[in-house]
């Protein structure tokens, strides 16, 4: 099993360009997740999408637009990249339901807005 | 909204010596806590969870304990080797199976 994986590992854009970040898992999981990860800001949700068909905004949405394009599929994309969506981004992924649940985390993809 | 804290100052401790990472929470009352690992440049990994009725929960050299009346958690290392050194992350689940992480404390083991 790969995990989670993530797509680029390392993406450079001008403000204005637009990018989309994939994201696949191979664990039959039902929910994934899109983080953004900042210094001294700790991990905070973008979007989510609970099940296959549903996404969800999180904290910190705004400028970000996710696509769940199957069960595997979690994608993110910045229509109109700014300087400050400059950041790491990780996608993660959980069994949802029962038991407690626990997520698995993607490599990261670290995006420089200039 | 759920607030997470972890104290953003890192810990500097001795090889062989106990560390203790701190978190506290507000405004929820969680069924269980969890802790992950953040090596530099990668994902976090998770590494124990610990339920609302369980007072300790261990793992080979990781303890944490969790004291909803505090509403703190806490995550001690014993004997504590420089592989160690890594940024920790504690999560709380909400509903929907929404995550909320603190901002990670990290951790510096000396040799």
């Known amino acids: 099993n790969a995990g989670v994986t993530q797509t680029p590992k390392f993406q450079v854009l001008k403000t204005g360009q637009s990018m989309t970040l994939q994201c696949a898992q191979d664990m039959n999981h039902n929910s994934m997740y899109w983080y953004r990860q900042d210094p001294g800001m700790g991990l905070r949700l973008i979007y989510y999408s609970a099940s296959e068909g549903t996404t969800d905004k999180g904290e910190v949405p705004n400028g970000y637009n996710v696509s769940r394009l199957n069960k595997r599929e979690f994608s993110l994309r910045l229509e109109s990249a700014a300087p400050s969506q400059t950041s790491v981004y990780f996608c993660a992924s959980t069994l949802s339901g029962g038991n407690p649940n626990t997520q698995y985390f993607g490599p990261g993809t670290r995006l420089t807005v200039l | 909204s759920q607030k997470i804290e972890q104290n953003s100052e890192a810990l500097n401790i001795q090889e062989g010596k106990t560390a203790t990472l701190t978190c506290n929470y507000t405004n929820y009352s969680p069924a269980y806590l969890q802790w992950y690992r953040q090596d530099p440049g990668r994902g976090p990994v998770f590494l124990l969870l610990?339920?609302?009725?369980?007072k300790e929960k261990r793992k080979e050299r990781l303890k944490v304990t969790f004291d909803t009346t505090l509403k703190q958690s806490l995550f001690h290392i014993t004997a504590s080797q420089p592989a160690d050194s890594a940024t920790y992350l504690c999560a709380l689940v909400g509903n929907f199976n929404k995550f909320y992480f603190g901002s990670g404390t990290k951790l510096n083991v000396k040799p």
């Open positions: 610990i339920r609302e009725n369980e």
